[in-house]
């Protein structure tokens, strides 16, 4: 018997996801300068053809890419069950000191200084953050008709992107622990 290959639609899904995890790696690693189509296309096992194919431009490639992982997050965030306010908090600052995160920052540099990524960055970023605060209510189980949750749960996420801005130089896992007691010590205090 021969061997089995996969339906084509399988395997261009599989070439997809290969594609959009190598971009989030080399936007991470190499930052927006160093990660271009061919070095994604290398780093997935694909030809710069390919990736063309699924993706026609580098911006289509990249945004595609954080939008994917942002996704994945979203659905793993989903996933938590129930914790301590202090192991929610600290998964919530996990979501910005990994890859993702620093794959997201590189592409917010360059949609700073390049108006066609611009937009598309922006109205990616703005989804992604109401899915985050959305999740995050659930997940603190706070209630937002109350003064001043809205603003606290918000205050959190802003505080956790910080933590992670501030752990790009520099290991900051010691402060960053105390820093999430602290913080939901302060939800315990705001959310009741």
Same mark, same amino acid.
């Given at each position: 018997m021969?061997?089995?290959t996969p339906p084509k639609q399988d395997r261009s899904r599989a070439t997809r996801q290969r594609l959009l995890e190598a971009a989030v790696s080399c936007l991470a690693e190499r930052g927006w300068a160093g990660s271009t189509v061919a070095v994604v296309a290398e780093r997935a096992g694909v030809s710069r053809g390919a #990736?063309? /194919? /699924?993706? @026609? =431009?580098r911006e289509d490639l990249f945004t595609a890419a954080v939008e994917y992982v942002a996704e994945e997050r979203s659905q793993a965030l989903r996933e938590l069950a129930t914790q301590d306010r202090t192991a929610l908090v600290a998964a919530l600052v996990d979501l910005y000191t990994g890859p993702l995160f620093r794959a997201a920052l590189q592409l917010w540099v360059a #949609? *700073?200084?390049e108006e066609q990524l611009r937009s598309r960055v922006t109205?990616? !970023?703005?989804?992604v953050g109401r899915e985050t605060h959305r999740i995050a209510v659930q997940l603190l +189980? #706070? +209630? !937002? *008709?109350? @003064? $001043?949750?809205r !603003? =606290?749960?918000? $205050?959190l996420l802003d505080m956790a992107r910080g933590l992670g801005l501030a752990n %790009? %130089? =520099? +290991?900051d896992t010691a402060r960053r622990r105390r820093v999430v007691a602290q913080w939901a010590a302060l %939800? +315990? !205090?705001? %959310?009741g």
């Amino acid at each position: 018997m021969g061997v089995v290959t996969p339906p084509k639609q399988d395997r261009s899904r599989a070439t997809r996801q290969r594609l959009l995890e190598a971009a989030v790696s080399c936007l991470a690693e190499r930052g927006w300068a160093g990660s271009t189509v061919a070095v994604v296309a290398e780093r997935a096992g694909v030809s710069r053809g390919a #990736a063309q /194919h /699924h993706f @026609p =431009t580098r911006e289509d490639l990249f945004t595609a890419a954080v939008e994917y992982v942002a996704e994945e997050r979203s659905q793993a965030l989903r996933e938590l069950a129930t914790q301590d306010r202090t192991a929610l908090v600290a998964a919530l600052v996990d979501l910005y000191t990994g890859p993702l995160f620093r794959a997201a920052l590189q592409l917010w540099v360059a #949609a *700073s200084n390049e108006e066609q990524l611009r937009s598309r960055v922006t109205e990616l !970023e703005a989804r992604v953050g109401r899915e985050t605060h959305r999740i995050a209510v659930q997940l603190l +189980d #706070a +209630d !937002e *008709s109350r @003064p $001043g949750v809205r !603003e =606290t749960v918000q $205050g959190l996420l802003d505080m956790a992107r910080g933590l992670g801005l501030a752990n %790009l %130089l =520099t +290991d900051d896992t010691a402060r960053r622990r105390r820093v999430v007691a602290q913080w939901a010590a302060l %939800l +315990d !205090e705001a %959310l009741g």
